[in-house]
DNA sequence: ATCAAGATTACCT
DNA sequence: GGTAATCTTGATA
């Protein structure tokens, strides 16, 4: 285990520049924008985690009846009324974990659902989590991280992470790649009933990591 | 206390 | 393309 001084070290060295909180204080769609083509990165003990985002989702209190905050806040969904740059992470159909960047000022309840990443660095401890192995094959890849539920899987993102704040040192996104505004797509959301008509879904076109056209 | 729905995934034909 | 698995949550009584 490395003392504070020295984790504190390797987290300044590493080549990524931390996005600062204030960016995550706008408005969703803004943030949800420019977040295709950031960086992932989380820090364990061991290893450095990190994925490009190329897939993402907003949801948003006020006008969205898709949204977990849309009837207001209650025990589970309270981390997205908190102001923005904080990680909202929830449990779904009883096996699976999505992980979400809080968006706007406090009390707003807009967060973007991340579903799609490509893998960038620590493939062994993310294949190892999904595949139980760290060697996988191509197909494997494809699918290590192409869908919500499977990132977090990937990533070790759990119910303990809810709340974790953006800025911090341990879990946190980077300055990435741009992305130009004619290689993005834009569709409507998928695996909701309610507010499909709403085109809030962005990804970027032809990455393999997409989970769905 | 009970219950239905759910921002998914893996596996089937 | 279809669907079973699995369990937490929020609503209703």
Redesign the pocket.
């Given at each position: 285990m490395l003392t504070n001084a020295a984790w504190q070290k390797s987290v300044n060295s590493l080549p990524f520049r931390k996005i600062p909180q204030t960016f995550y204080q706008q408005a969703v769609l803004n943030v949800e924008l420019k977040l295709l083509g950031k960086f992932l990165v989380k820090r364990e003990e061991e290893t450095c985690l990190v994925g490009k985002i190329v897939e993402v989702?907003a949801?948003d209190a006020r006008f969205d009846e898709?949204?977990?905050?849309f009837?207001?806040k209650?025990?589970?969904?309270k981390v997205?009324f908190q102001e923005g740059g904080y990680l909202?992470v929830?449990?779904?159909?009883?096996?699976?974990f999505?992980c979400?960047v809080v968006c706007d000022k406090k009390e707003v309840g807009a967060?973007v659902?991340i579903?799609g990443i490509e893998p960038v660095s620590g493939i062994d401890v993310m294949s190892k989590r999904?595949f139980g192995k760290k060697e996988i094959s191509a197909k494997e890849l494809v699918?290590l991280t192409n869908?919500?539920?499977?990132?977090c899987?990937a990533f070790g993102i759990r119910r303990e992470e809810n709340g974790t704040p953006l800025f911090g040192d341990t879990l946190f996104l980077a300055e990435g790649e741009k992305i130009k505004t004619t290689s993005i797509g834009i569709t409507s959301?998928?695996?909701?009933?309610?507010a499909k008509e709403l085109p809030w879904r962005f990804f970027i076109k032809e990455n393999t990591f997409v989970?769905a056209l």
């Open positions: 989702e949801y898709a949204s977990h905050s009837k207001g209650t025990a589970r969904n997205m909202y929830y449990f779904i159909y009883g096996n699976h999505c979400n967060a659902l579903r999904r699918n869908g919500p539920g499977k990132i899987k959301r998928i695996g909701i009933k309610k989970s």
